[in-house]
């Protein structure tokens, strides 16, 4: 559970494998503000199995990724990942929560480079990532998804758009 006094960020969209609450499948992590910091507490249970009692690689790594699509609310701008690069420093138990922190470590024109850390409640990092995400505008996906769920996904984020909007 977050700690109250930090701002609550919406889902990218309900179905989002991430952050989506209504993906059965997904993590559905709550995703926080902390000033130029965002930030989600997770614990992975059973559907995240990898190794007999730790989390799956992927899982962990779909949770960084996501977590670093809520830095897009920090920097106001849309963008896609291009890499993702995750440090798997200690196994990770099912059960036990972590702390996931991301934040822009710095901008180059279209690209954002992130930055992320998992530590456990027992003060261990066990997991760290690095992505570069680039700026896009909406065509990027108004060309695949439905106008409607498109629509949907921006219109329900205080996010400027490169158009200005
Ligand atoms: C706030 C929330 C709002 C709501 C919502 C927001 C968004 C919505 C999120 C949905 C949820 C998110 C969840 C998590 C984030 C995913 O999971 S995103 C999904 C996974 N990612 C993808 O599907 C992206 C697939 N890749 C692509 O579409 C294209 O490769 C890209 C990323 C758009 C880039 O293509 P492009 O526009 O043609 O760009 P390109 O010219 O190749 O490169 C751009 C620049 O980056 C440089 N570059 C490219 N690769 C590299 C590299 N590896 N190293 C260094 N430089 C590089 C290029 O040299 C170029 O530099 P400049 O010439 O501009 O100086």
Known sequence: MADSG???L???????LGCGPDN??????????DGD???????FDARHRGAPGLAHGGAIS???DDLFGFVLYVVEEIAVTRTLTVEYRAPVPLGQRHRIT????????????LEAAGVGDD????????????VVDIDHFSDHGTEHDVHAMFTQHPLRTREGG
Not at 37 to 42: A, G, H, K, P
């Open 123 to 134: 003060g261990v990092t066990r997991f760290t990532a690095q992505a570069l995400f680039i």
């Open 62 to 64: 779909a949770a960084c």
């Open 10 to 16: 919406p889902p990218h969209h309900p179905q989002c």
């Open 24 to 33: 059965p499948a997904g993590l559905q992590l709550s995703v926080y503000r």
């Open 37 to 43: 910091e965002v930030f989600t507490d997770l614990a």
């Open 6 to 8: 930090f701002a609550s």
């Open 102 to 113: 991301a934040r822009l470590h710095h901008r180059d024109g279209r690209r954002l480079h």
